[in-house]
């Protein structure tokens, strides 16, 4: 069994040329292996548009969302359809199963694609044909405001386009994308009055541009055999071109001139469609993004090049400013973590140093470089990057790792100090630890089995981490094997003034020989010990995932649903005035605004606003971490007392998935009006609550529109059909396009509408006039006007309507948020055709949780059968299963005492432990076997226990002290890991101690009398 060792020690050269081959190899992959915030995830949702404008949201919902929705169902591969119903917009959110991988998800997209084509015939003349948006999870690694003093935003847009051809060679570059572009219009405004004075028909003024503004083919000439291509050109190149094309006027012996009748003007489209600003100065942002396998510290420095030469080459007053850098994020994460595991290695080295001498203490440290370039090797042939979830498994190997190769030196040392030669010590150990060490690596890779298989982004996301932690358990197992005994071997000296155990030692020897026939009821007691403590666990706040530790937080500003995108900008301006006052907010940096839109993807955990016209998004960069949580303090008390038209949410980036704390309340069923009445009532119980930060309805309260009813006995006498004056009033009052502006490359659409003194109020419908057989009527001979009240928004999930309530407490946790809420939910009488449910972080942590239950038995079968075939005993392996419950012991006490929450990287932390205690109870246990060669069951206990005592005792401290720099200063990330584990270990490494041994003999005297064929009945104790 030790034939690795064996070979390490007699190949010792190759042994040597390996260790620099493995720390060379591990320092290349280092700067090889891609660098990340986020472990890659895959995003398997699209989104599908259509659009007919003017249509209200109950009749997009039965005409164009139905037959849609319908039409996706039909796709196998789709789990659910979440849609949102505006006026004259659907959006379509379509996820599909999280066991839908690589190809096939194109697959998806591209049958949805399919189908979008054939539901079109379906939908009403009119509608647009259902767009597809299958990048809806790209991440941008940057985003970079271009800003123009002196500018217009067609210049600036000009800029930004060059910019992004700069970009394109970049190599790493993949897609850039444009925020805030606003599309050039030329306006033909018209005076109403004046054509009605002048008794001008709009048709034929409209005729006449479309006519003369053409570019058409004029035949062809055959001159003596050459082909000359005619072509008549009546193209408007200037805006004065346009202004003086001529119409007839009915009346008028001759033309008159556009110009007279219209106002022509340049500018843009109006409304403005989600613009952009930063700092309050009107913007184009590009979103950057890069491709999978680019190392982002690379491409950043390659990015930062490019963006510096672009705007020295550009003229004064073009400015380009970076808002988000995930380069700058990435190499800040990776230093921190890199610092925490220098300090764990550290303080690790310092205590073997003080408890086992620098000898024994520098070949034990050795173990860490090794291991650690192992799994960078591997991590690299696998494709893991370097990001915070393979950084935290490299983390809580640390302890695993130290016990390895402390169970090999100690008992190499020990064997040396009797006299035994180095190489026989060495090759002894070797023999003992090969299996047992491997079996305990085993048993604890399968911990992690549950969070391995699970599926979808819990399980991209958890698939580093268990993949890290393989490959380090692995590295560990062979450098504790194959490269410590051969350092053993050279540095290694007897220790003549060792006198055999010490005082500790013998005391605790005789506290196990007392306490041995005790060994079901002391377990008992501890298994008491363990029901009790964990159910301390629900006094910690639950929180998946801690906010991010970034310099930035994140505005959502609502305006009620009425607003229109003007209104949004102008309050949205006042926010950014407020943000960037230095008197005010010295510690804000920049800001920048997305109205109407919620912007780029820049963070894996971000989910952008839907567009919509109520809404703004602001990015705000602070100095550092603290400044920008006094902002966000300072933010929400100035939101509330200064800014009262609007409802805002201020919050900081989530690390995971989504943002803990929050409550959603889902209520399915078919009355949008016993909807929208639950949710008043929940939503007044989520306001009662304390210290409420976030409390909004997605559906929003109802808008006023006003339905034209036309008179059609009297259209029809007029010779009018509601098609003509349906047209009209979109052109008055919304501009309708009729001829294209043609510059270079640009081609500029000519728009008609009123001006805006003819537009701006309900008033203005009344003095519409209409073309009718050659004579101008006002529009209300023909209609009348009908106010009306109408959802501003329709939501529905899986083809039921559906309206969420989401609250939540920043003193709260979710849980005790719903357990307030439980007797509003309780009171709630709805019918049979209405179900609630609760979703949000409560959601998400159950589908955590039922995922790694349903996959537990399976990481029990693989710990079973490894401990079953190390020691081919049921008694055994129960011995050391029932050792794995003592970590819950004092775990959730240090949490408690640290106010630290119960997250998912403090879940990886007691994983950990449970690996850690597996490792020490084999190893026992296996050190029992061997005792038992020689030994009585009773004194082979003992002495097995006192033996293991001081490595076990060791593992434990090392394992602590290393760890209480992250547990004091690590980040929100890593402390509450830290703090898991400091408090499991300080009372389970104690406890297995104690309970263990007795347990072990009170199993394995049970049934026969265990003295090996070897060991007469009658031996001895030994003195």
Known sequence: MEALTR????????????????????????????????????????VVAASFEGMAPARMEQLIAIPIERKIREIGDVEDIETI???GQVLIYVDLFDTVFGTDIEAAWEDLRNKMQEVTGELPE?????????????????????????????????????????????????????????EERIWLEVDVRKLAAVGVQLDQLLADLQAQNVILPAGEIDANGNKITLEANGDLRTLEEIGAVLTKVSGLAGFVRLSDLVDVRRGYEDPKNAPVFFNGEPAIVAAIEMSPQTDIQDLGKRLDIALRSFEVSQPIGISLSVSTFQETVVTDSVNNALENVGQTFGVVFLVMLVFLGLRSAIVIACIVPFTICFALVAMAGIGVDIEQVSIAAVIISLGLLVDNGLVVVEDIGNRIDTGMEPQEAALSAGS???????VASITTISAFLPMLMMNGVEGEFAFSLGAVVASMLLGSWLTALYILPYLCTKLLRPNTSSGGPGLLARSYARVIRVLLPFGIPITALALAAV????????????????????????????????????????????????????????????????????????????????PDPTKAFFHVNA??????????????????????????????????????????????????????????EISAAFAAMPNVVKNETDWGHKIIKIVIDIAQDKAREFGVTSEDISGVMAAYFSGTEYSTFREGDAQIPIVMRAQSAGRDSVEDLANMTISAEGQLIAIDQVATFRPSLEYSEIRRENQVRRIVISGKSASQS???????????????????????????????????????????????????????????????????????????????????????????????????????????????????DIELKTRPL??????????????????????????????????????PMATMMIGGLLVASPLTLLVAPPLCFSLLRVGRTFVFPEVKSNAKRPS
């Open 7 to 46: 070979f390490g020690l007699l190949k010792n050269r190759l042994t040597l040329l390996m260790m620099a081959f493995i720390l060379s190899l591990g320092a290349i992959s280092y700067l090889g292996i891609p660098k990340r915030e986020n472990p890659e995830i895959t995003i398997r949702t699209a």
């Open 938 to 975: 009773a004194d082979a206990v003992v002495v097995a226990a006192q033996a293991r005592a001081k490595p076990i005792m060791l593992t434990s401290l090392t394992t602590v002290f290393g760890l209480i720099p992250m547990a004091l200063s690590g980040g929100a990330l890593f402390e």
């Open 432 to 438: 003992q630890f090969v299996v047992p060490l491997g």
């Open 531 to 610: 029901v009790w403590s964990g159910s301390q666990f629900s006094l910690l706040k639950s929180e998946m995932f801690p906010f991010s530790e970034r310099a930035d937080f994140l505005i959502y500003m609502d305006m009620p649903k009425d607003a229109a995108i003007s209104e949004t900008e102008r309050m949205a301006l006042r926010v950014q005035d407020w943000l960037t006052d230095v008197e005010t907010n010295p510690e804000v940096h920049n800001t920048t605004a997305f109205v109407g839109d919620g912007g780029p993807r820049f963070n894996l955990g971000l989910n952008p606003n839907n």
């Open 85 to 87: 119903i505006s006026d």
């Open 126 to 182: 009119g509608t647009s044909t259902p767009a597809v948006n299958s990048d809806y999870g790209d991440v941008a690694i940057a985003t970079v405001a271009v800003i123009g003093d002196g500018f217009s935003l067609a210049e600036i847009e000009d800029v930004t386009e060059d910019l992004r051809t700069e970009l394109f060679r970049v190599e790493g570059i993949t897609k850039v994308s444009f925020f805030g572009v606003q």
């Open 623 to 680: 100095t550092d971490l603290e400044a920008a949580e006094k902002v966000v303090k300072r933010a929400r008390d100035a939101f509330l007392a200064q800014f009262p038209e609007a409802r805002f949410r201020v919050t900081r980036l989530p690390q995971g998935g989504s943002e803990s704390g929050i409550v959603d309340v889902e209520i399915f069923g078919p009355d949008a009006e016993v909807l929208l009445t639950a949710a008043e």
């Open 814 to 928: 979710a849980q005790e948020t719903l357990s307030a809420l439980q007797p509003t939910l309780a009171a709630l009488d709805l019918g049979p055709e209405y179900e609630i449910s609760i979703a949000g972080e409560l959601e998400d942590s159950a589908d955590v949780n039922d995922q790694m239950a349903a996959n537990l038995p399976y990481a029990l079968a693989v710990m079973l059968a490894a401990l079953v075939f190390q020691f081919n005993s049921m008694r055994r392996a129960m011995a050391t299963f029932l050792t794995i419950p003592l970590v819950v012991i004092g775990a959730p006490f240090g949490m408690l005492l640290m106010h630290q929450p119960m997250s998912f990287f403090a879940m990886l932390g007691l994983m950990s432990l449970m690996g850690i205690i597996i490792n020490n109870a084999i190893v026992l246990i296996n050190q029992i």
